[in-house]
């Protein structure tokens, strides 16, 4: 991963992290498109130090109340109007980060617009047509239990109190990877920050040996295989009743870890190149992420807005007969047409 020693180096160098406080916040955020280049896989990007975030809490159980026990599966559903969330802008000082802004709003759309404005600025110079942006940008992570203010839906298993449930950085600063020609582009607001990754860049790098995961105890679960299984039964059971059609089961496992959240990453990256990876770190909240998926969910260009799930899909066949029956099969089976028309 290209991006990867050039991170040590620019972190070493007082560009990126903690030493970087004269550019924005310590807080981290890389997308990594991992694997063999692809229409998946095209573009890396490394964000610089952020000058501006916005962040949405769990709020207390006065305001969002846990919903009292019913089954959703046997057809019971709480509907209610969505209650207010808190949204909350920071800004960087060149310290710590300030509160500057906030509003109170039971829509999840209406939040971010009011503070997640368009900067009027562009990136300096002349921008290569293949970039995505030609100016800053918002990017972060966002919780399916945000779900609380998109759907009129009242939740037994409430995250806790002040749980971080949205982050997302006002990027002014960034290096894209294009994999197609192996070349990195600069792009930023700031003409000394972006002259100093240049020269960083320009020379060779220091060598660098990816770190080692550090062994920790075994997680433990949220449930045993056998009781995964007896959920299984039961939405199979419900699915049959007409009370859904699909359901996304989710099984937890938790642990302590003895390596660093970018360990983490780099470990995921090496073992698992997946076209849709992304490292989060938000230094002063205690709280990082690290993910890879190998399908985009939604990608917008252009104003044309388009899916690729990787559902849907049939083994290859030993031969052009065996595949056109596989396709055949797979475009007369009802359930993967009910899920992806």
């Known amino acids: 991963m290209l991006l990867e020693p050039i991170r040590h180096h620019l972190i070493e160098q007082g560009l990126l992290g903690e030493k970087a406080g004269q550019y924005g916040g310590p807080d981290?955020?890389?997308?990594?498109?991992?694997?063999?280049?692809?229409?998946?896989?095209?573009?890396?990007?490394?964000?610089?130090?952020?000058?501006?975030?916005?962040?949405?809490?769990?709020?207390?159980?006065?305001?969002?109340?846990?919903?009292?026990?019913?089954s959703p599966l046997s057809g019971e559903t709480k509907l209610v109007d969505s209650a207010p969330f808190l949204f909350?802008?920071?800004?960087?000082?060149?310290?710590?980060?300030?509160?500057?802004?906030?509003?109170?709003?039971?829509?999840?759309?209406?939040?971010?617009?009011?503070?997640?404005?368009?900067?009027?600025?562009?990136?300096?110079?002349?921008?290569p047509e293949s970039m995505p942006f030609v100016g800053p940008f918002w990017i972060g992570a966002l919780s399916y239990d945000l779900l609380q203010l998109t759907q009129?839906?009242?939740?037994?298993?409430?995250?806790?109190?002040?749980?971080?449930?949205?982050?997302?950085?006002?990027?002014?600063?960034?290096?894209?990877?294009?994999?197609?020609?192996?070349?990195?582009?600069?792009?930023?607001?700031?003409?000394?920050?972006?002259?100093?990754?240049?020269?960083?860049i320009g020379r060779d790098l220091p060598e660098y040996a990816s770190p080692t995961v550090r062994l920790s105890q075994k997680p433990t679960s949220t449930c045993t295989d056998k009781e995964h299984e007896d959920i299984v039964r039961r939405v199979h059971s419900a699915i049959v009743d007409g009370q859904l059609y699909q359901l996304n089961f989710g099984r937890t496992w938790e642990g302590e870890i003895q390596s660093e959240p970018w360990t983490v990453f780099s470990h995921s990256i090496a073992s698992n190149p997946a076209p849709y990876s992304g490292f989060v770190h938000m230094k002063d909240g205690d709280f990082s992420l690290v993910s890879a998926s190998p399908e985009s969910l939604l990608t917008t260009k252009n104003g044309i807005i388009t899916t690729a799930p990787i559902k849907g899909?049939?083994?290859?066949?030993?031969?052009?007969?065996?595949?056109?029956?596989?396709?055949?099969?797979?475009?007369?089976?009802?359930?993967?047409?009910?899920e992806h028309r």
């Open 313 to 338: 899909t049939a083994p290859r066949g030993a031969s052009d007969a065996e595949e056109s029956l596989l396709r055949e099969d797979m475009i007369s089976d009802r359930k993967e047409r009910a």
């Open 88 to 127: 909350e802008r920071e800004t960087w000082d060149g310290m710590q980060w300030q509160l500057d802004a906030s509003t109170t709003t039971a829509s999840l759309a209406d939040g971010l617009r009011q503070l997640c404005s368009k900067s009027d600025s562009n990136f300096l110079g002349t921008i």
């Open 152 to 200: 009129p839906i009242r939740l037994q298993h409430l995250p806790e109190e002040g749980e971080l449930l949205c982050v997302l950085w006002e990027i002014h600063h960034c290096i894209v990877h294009e994999k197609s020609n192996d070349s990195l582009v600069v792009l930023s607001t700031d003409p000394n920050w972006e002259a100093n990754v240049r020269a960083a």
């Open 28 to 70: 981290e955020v890389m997308l990594v498109s991992a694997g063999p280049t692809s229409h998946l896989s095209q573009l890396s990007l490394l964000c610089g130090p952020a000058i501006r975030r916005v962040i949405i809490r769990q709020p207390s159980r006065d305001v969002v109340e846990v919903a009292k026990e019913h």
